[in-house]
Every structure is written in C-alpha cells, then in structure tokens.
C-alpha cells in the first residue's frame, strides 16, 4: 500500500517539442529545488503527458525517443534519481488516466468544452468570428444607409454591398464550423484527460502556464461536481489564485517569445525562432537572441510594458547567471547599445547551454528507466484507489 498523506503537488511537461528555457527556469527548476529542500513536506509527481502528445498531428515515429529525451532533460535539470518524493511517470503507463477520463466525459457538458479558450484558439475560432462579426456590421450599416439611394442603380449597388457582405459572415461562419469538425475529438476533450492526470493523485498544487488555468479551473469544476453528486471522490485542487500565492509568481513563467515578446514563450509555436530550446546549440541560441526584437527607444531600461522585449532580455540574463535581476538591470540600465546587451545576454545563455548539455550526456539510463519502473508502479497503485472509488461510485463495481 502506498500511503500518500502528504500534500500533493503536480504537474505534466508535454513531450512534442524540446522543452525550453521558460519551461525549464519556470516549471522543472522550481519543482526539482522544491522537492530537494521540502521533500518532507510535499509529494512532487513530474510526468510526461504523452496521451496529449497526439491531440494535434505529429511525426509518431519520433514520440517514443522525444519522450525518454524530455525525461532524461528533467534529470540533466537536477531531478534527483534517488529521491522517493520526487516521482516520474509517462502517462500511458498508468491505464486509469484514460479510464477516468471517459466517466469524466459523460459529466462533461459539450458546451462548456466547446468554450475551452485553447480549442478555440487551436481551431482558429475567435479570428473568424470577429471577422464575421465585422461582416455583419458592415452589412447592418449598408442596410441603414439603403433609404439614402435615390435611383434604381444606387439601390442595386447597395443590394450587391449586403450579399457581399451577408455571404461573408455566412463564409467564415462556415469555415469555423470546418476547422472544429475537423479538429480531433481528443483536442476537443483533452481538459477531460488534463483533470484525470490530477484528480487521480489528489493534488492540491499543480503549477501551470497562464494558459493552462482555465483547465486547472475546469478541473476543479468536474471535480466538485461529481463530489457533490456522488460524495467525496477528489480531492479540489486549490483555486488559481492561491495556486499563484504557494509557487509565487514564478519569473521563469514569465519569459516571452523573442521574436514577440508580448506572447509567452511557448513550445506550440511552429517556427521556433523566438524560443530557446534546452536542446539548442550554443550557436544557434546566439542567433535568436542577436534577432530578438526589441525597440525603438534606443535606451536600455527594464520595462515591460513599454519595453518588453528589452525587458525579457534582461530577466533571461539575470535567470541564466542564476542571480538577481536587479543587479543585471544596475548593470545595462541607461546603455544605449542593444547589441552589446544582446552580446552579454548570449554569452550567458551559452555558458548556461553547453553546461547543460554536458549533464544530458551523463545522464544514466538505466538508473533513469529503473527510477520509472518503481514510480509507475506506484503510481498505478495509487490510481487505481481514487479509480475504484469512482467506479463504485457510478456503479460500475
Ligand atoms: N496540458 C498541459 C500543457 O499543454 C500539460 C498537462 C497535461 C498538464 N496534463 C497535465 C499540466 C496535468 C498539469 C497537470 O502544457
């Protein structure tokens, strides 16, 4: 039996790309230093999601090796192979995550997983629509503006302004109505399997992207719901904003795309160019940083809502000394050259990388698969208690 009374904490790196620097100084960092230093007060599950890997398309004949790389980049980050507090596991290893994610489903409404803002925005839901919404203004205005025509060709230029417009709307309703009946039913539901992965474990603190909290919401919705309908199955995770208070609004979180700096870095970005893979050579992260987009004030200052790419510059040299950021800012605030703080920036981040690197190489793998065989064990055991208890619970046993 594996007696698990400590507080729970969570969370799942996705395996389709290399993790990157904001994934590692804001999610792998935090947990591995937590678990290290307060492993007697939490329990700290790090996994690898890779039932999510598919909900988009991928190369299927790389997952496998993109998922032991991504587990070995978690040890090479200091994840400590001998510390029982600290468990990794692989999703699919663990059959009650996809086993409670289709009781989920039949409590889930289709509305409410249709409003998940990342299905929306993965099938390009919202653009349409505020497209669509403009067509449909532009037609209300024609509309108004018929009573004005004073002769039949005014009035029939008016008319092939409204089908032009009406046809329009219809169009890109169409289109949105395409890209969702396309899109795969595991992208629609993935929230579901996202709030499996915690409800299984009984976790409290599950440390996520800003993007992930209306999932952690969600989660915390269907597992109030089925408490209330069948008595205490889960444990609620704690609300976001007490979620924030516990990790502290980590600065790593915070790091933004290079080439866009008002959007987070962000593994599903195609292009890659404004992200700094852990798995990037030295070289090549050079580059991007030389090409990161800055400013035109011409004055270094740390700013971020005024110089945001300036300012994410600063923060990712202030994380990869491992120092404070006020003392990177006291040392370029008021420099006029943005080349040269690129140059500091990137030497930095080289040093950062090649040693990085070097611990990937020496990560032992045998001690790495024998590390997961325990933990996955012990995670089946301890899923299949919070998935009976459901089972029971519907009645299915
Ligand atoms: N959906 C998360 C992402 O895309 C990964 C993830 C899957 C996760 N299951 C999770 C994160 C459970 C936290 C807890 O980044």
Redesign the pocket.
Known sequence: MVVMSKPVI?????ANNDLHIGNYFGALLPLIDMAKTRADEFEINL?V?DL?SFTTPIEHSQLQAQIMHNLKLFVAAGLPLDNPNIRIYR?SYIPAHSELTWILDCFTGFGQMRRMTQFKEKTKTKERLDQAVVEAELYHKAMQTMGQASNYEELSAKQLELSQHMNAAIDLIGQIEDRQGTASVGLFN??V??AA??LLYD?EY????D??TQ??EF?RDIAERMNNKFGELFVVPKPVKQQHEFFGKDQGLRIKDLSDPSRKMS??DETGKGIIFLGDTPEAASKKIMSATTDSVGVVHYDIEKQPGVANLLQIMALAEGGELSSVVDRFEGQTSYGDLKTAVAASLRELLSSFQAKLEQVNEAALLAKLQVDEAAMNEKANQTLLKVQKAVGLR
């Open positions: 969570l969370t799942g790196l996705r996994f999601p999510h999703q993935y929230p399997l996202m992965d915690i976790a599950v440390p996520v992207g993007d992930q999932h952690l989660a593994k599903s």
